[in-house]
């Protein structure tokens, strides 16, 4: 019924509201932090966790003095701990199920973490990894992007693909930047592309559509648990503040009425972003080393 909406109101992939400003409050849950870069959040209550990724020295491994470093924090005792360091480019990264995953983008694995806390790659080999996203059923998806900003057309080899039962499949090619990815607990895959300026999604039954468009430069991507409304950031200023003209944003879109809100405007670079079981919002911002909450009323 939700696609059937969504095609009788086209026009409302242009409507853009700026209710959530009054919605949400906002603060820094974390800051001092070395290139905050990919996010995600386990747990409720006391026990509610962020998991994020530290680049502050892209494609060095640690074995060449890089810094790089996947991090866990507590929430609500601000508790910090060190989950990995030494990957030379750790990105995007997901949990599922008491395990981490996370791609490294320029040593072209992903890597997971088990429950014991034994880390090791679930592929290798792969062209520039980018997003990734985990479901229920412990399938990997995840997006490789070795030819950003080109098309299929253009001889682009970027790719949307899943790992599932010990294989590769492919689920679309020729995007010019599927930049990161998340998928609904019904199977459809929503993948932002940054140079497109698009939102992207494919159904289960492998119908790929624009979900929307004329976006600035979107990024990282997330839903609710109800998977109702999407989350996501556009980033066509990174570094640069609202108060110096920056345009970057994070938005939210009712996947039932197709209205887009804006949570935020003027945040320097929100890189990724996270969406918790009580519907609060956590993104990075990687130029300003600080991790952000955004709490509904």
């Known amino acids: 019924m ?3 909406f969504k095609f009788t109101t086209i026009a409302s992939l242009a409507m853009v509201s700026a209710a959530g400003f009054s919605q949400y409050t906002f603060r820094v849950v974390a800051n001092n932090l070395q290139k905050p870069t990919g996010i995600a959040v386990a747990g409720e209550g006391f026990f ?5 990724t530290q680049i502050p ?3 060095v491994g640690g074995g060449s003095g890089g810094m790089n470093s996947v991090k866990a924090m507590n929430i609500a005792s601000g508790f910090m701990r060190t989950i990995n360091m030494g990957e030379p480019e750790p990105i995007n990264i997901a949990v599922a199920h008491g395990e981490l995953y996370w791609t490294c983008r320029s040593a072209g694995v992903i890597l997971r973490r088990d429950r014991s806390g034994t880390i090791a790659p679930i592929l290798t080999g792969l062209n520039k990894p980018t997003g990734i996203y985990v479901d229920q059923h412990d399938q990997t998806y995840f997006t490789q992007v070795p030819t950003p900003g080109v098309g299929g057309g253009s001889g682009g080899q970027n790719t949307v693909d899943v790992f599932t039962n010990g294989s590769i499949f492919n689920l679309t090619r020729g995007e010019p930047d599927p930049t990161d990815i998340v998928v609904d607990r019904e ?3 929503y993948w932002t592309c940054k140079s497109a300026g698009v939102i992207l999604e494919r159904t289960r039954l492998g119908v790929v559509s624009l979900l929307a468009n004329n976006l600035m430069s979107p990024n990282g991507i997330a839903l609710n648990r109800n998977g109702n ?3 996501w950031t556009e980033v066509p200023t990174p570094g640069v503040p609202g108060s110096m003209g920056g345009l970057n944003k ?8 197709m209205i887009t809100t804006v949570i935020n405007s003027g945040d ?6 996270a969406v918790a079981r009580d ?6 911002c990687t130029s300003a080393g600080v991790i952000v909450e955004a709490r509904l009323h």
Do not use: C, Q
């Open 187 to 189: 199977g459809t895959a």
């Open 2 to 4: 939700r696609h059937i």
């Open 279 to 284: 519907g609060t919002v956590y993104w990075t």
């Open 48 to 52: 509610k966790t962020l998991f994020f």
């Open 57 to 59: 020295t892209p494609r």
């Open 229 to 231: 409304k999407l989350f």
């Open 250 to 257: 994070v938005k939210v879109m009712n996947l039932e009425t």
């Open 268 to 273: 320097p670079e929100p890189t990724d972003i």
